[in-house]
């Protein structure tokens, strides 16, 4: 930046020209589009549905909504459109300005008489930075001072009238003058508030305590709510719905696939180092499809919905609890396996709302040890049905008794099942005979899955599991 102009003469002298947010966006999203340019880095599961959205929106200079369920990306899409914001944009460095005013267009008084009043090369200019004009704000809690603005009483006593601008204290969103302001839970916001920012939508002005200040706030302003409150009668006035230009719907993951490789990018699990880490495909899947058992169950609210926090916190614990045996029993590599679930429960706390309206009478550690069971017996079955699995039955036909548990040695498994069937290895995506760790993951998911599948029993004690035909 030392090379960027840093008075008002040396910035007319440049060329450079001042444009809007919108125009500022538009004009650098459709150069990066045209060039193939990742627009959207770290999002997957919407090029086809979301982005192609938020895109047109983007070029018809729209405010946005999105609106969806929680844990769906919404302020992660919010945030990512900074990047479409130039480096950075001069403003009059003068203190005592209460926005970033532009140098060729400025909006306050101040700002006006700065300009009209000094010679151009004695109003200095700095440089605004593009992930410094983002501002977000959770409604809950939100006062209308917070992001519209109130009057100041200093500036009163000193003498500054009520009706002028030089007597307010400005809030974020005028702050964010020639930025991007996003209200998270707008339905949250009270109707005071709602109205502030429908007229900021509307005439782009600020209006505090029946004082109108006329003066033209350039902002991008983004909104995310959930569809349940949204939708609900009174919470969001409708001339503040009228006003956004765009509604972007977003949603979870429509492939377990889809929604296991955003699990582990956000997990973002070191798998490597001194304690090496094997995942079975399969435990990967369990893990993804717990939670959309979990958005599918009558046990859980589904206004609320289940958040891709679920699977990512899951899937961190569950290998968390592999690691932990490993060092423990000096094990490698540390293979998940189906008894390390069972901490899962410390990691789902928080992340479902139970239907409190049904009939049901179970808690939070039931309803989640039913999703794990549902969600155990769904890919299991996938897996008989792609390949077979017929040795299944004549092994466990033998009247075979194998007791499992996250601290029980992998040697411990190879004792008890020395033959591991061929179909095994093929199906499981991973060598069931190349280590102990590996068939001990491989038998307790072929456990757990004939168990789900009320094909043998299970015996609990003192947090060891038996199962038997």
């Given amino acids: 930046m030392h090379?960027?102009?840093?008075?008002?003469?040396?910035?007319?002298?440049?060329?450079?020209?001042s444009r809007t947010v919108k125009?500022?966006?538009?004009?650098?999203f459709l150069r990066m589009m045209e060039s193939g340019e990742d627009l959207f880095p770290g999002i997957i599961g919407y090029e086809d549905t979301v982005i192609p959205e938020i895109n047109i929106s983007l070029i018809a200079g729209h405010d946005m909504l999105f609106l969806g369920e929680k844990g769906q990306a919404k302020s992660r899409l919010m945030r990512s459109l900074v990047r479409f914001l130039d480096d950075a944009v001069a403003y009059i460095d003068e203190p005592g300005l209460p926005v970033h005013e532009d140098p060729l267009k400025p909006i306050t008084r101040r700002g006006r008489e700065l300009v009209a009043d000094l010679p151009a090369d004695q109003?200095?200019?700095?440089?605004?930075?593009?992930?410094?004009?983002?501002?977000?704000?959770?409604?809950?809690?939100?006062?209308?001072?917070?992001?519209?603005?109130?009057?100041?009483?200093?500036?009163?006593?000193?003498?500054?009238?009520m009706s002028a601008e030089e007597a307010l204290h400005f809030g974020l969103i005028p702050r964010m003058h020639r930025g991007i302001f996003a209200m998270n839970e707008v339905p949250e916001l009270?109707?005071?508030?709602?109205?502030?920012?429908?007229?900021?939508?509307?005439?782009?002005d600020v209006q505090i305590r029946g004082y109108p200040i006329n003066f033209d706030i350039d902002v991008l302003v983004l909104f995310s709510a959930n569809p349940s409150t949204y939708s609900r009668s009174g919470k969001v006035i409708p001339q503040l719905k009228d006003r956004i230009g765009s509604t972007i719907h977003t949603h979870y993951p429509r492939e377990r696939s889809i929604g296991i490789s955003i699990m582990?990018?956000?997990?973002?699990?070191?798998?490597?180092?001194?304690?090496?880490?094997?995942?079975?495909?399969?435990?990967?899947?369990?893990?993804?499809?717990?939670?959309?058992?979990?958005?599918?169950?009558?046990?859980?609210?589904?206004?609320?919905?289940?958040?891709?926090?679920f699977s990512i916190a899951n899937f961190r614990t569950m290998v968390a609890s592999a690691r932990h045996r490993s060092v423990r029993l000096g094990e490698k590599p540390a293979v998940p396996r189906i008894s390390d679930l069972g901490h899962t429960y410390s990691s789902s706390l928080g992340k479902l709302e139970l239907d409190l309206m049904g009939t049901h009478q179970m808690s939070e550690r039931q309803v989640l040890e039913a999703i794990q069971a549902e969600a155990v017996r769904t890919v299991f079955e996938e897996y008989v049905d792609r390949h077979g699995l017929s040795e299944i039955a004549e092994i466990f036909g033998r009247g075979i008794?194998?007791?499992v548990g996250d601290m029980l040695p992998s040697s411990a498994y190879a004792e008890r099942l020395r033959r591991v069937p061929p179909a095994?290895?093929?199906?499981?995506?991973?060598?069931?005979?190349?280590?102990?760790?590996?068939?001990?993951?491989?038998?307790?998911f072929?456990?757990?899955?004939?168990?789900?599948?009320?094909?043998?029993?299970?015996?609990?004690?003192?947090?060891?599991?038996?199962?038997?035909?």
Avoid at 3 to 17: K, T
Avoid at 23 to 28: A, D, V
Avoid at 433 to 444: H, M, P
């Fill in 446 to 469: 072929v456990l757990a899955g004939l168990y789900a599948s009320d094909q043998i029993s299970r015996a609990e004690h003192h947090g060891r599991i038996t199962y038997e035909m």
């Fill in 3 to 17: 090379d960027r102009p840093s008075n008002l003469h040396e910035l007319r002298e440049s060329g450079w020209q």
């Fill in 190 to 204: 009270d109707e005071l508030i709602q109205v502030g920012l429908f007229n900021i939508l509307e005439e782009r």
């Fill in 401 to 403: 008794k194998i007791e």
């Fill in 424 to 444: 095994w290895d093929k199906a499981f995506e991973v060598n069931a005979s190349e280590s102990d760790a590996v068939r001990a993951s491989c038998v307790e």
């Fill in 123 to 161: 109003i200095p200019i700095a440089w605004w930075r593009r992930e410094d004009r983002y501002a977000e704000r959770l409604a809950p809690g939100t006062k209308f001072a917070d992001v519209i603005g109130e009057i100041d009483p200093a500036k009163l006593a000193g003498g500054a009238s």
């Fill in 23 to 28: 125009e500022e966006i538009q004009h650098n």
């Fill in 264 to 309: 582990e990018q956000e997990a973002a699990l070191a798998t490597d180092g001194d304690y090496p880490v094997v995942v079975p495909y399969f435990m990967k899947e369990i893990v993804e499809q717990m939670s959309i058992a979990a958005r599918r169950s009558k046990y859980v609210d589904h206004d609320s919905g289940v958040s891709a926090r």
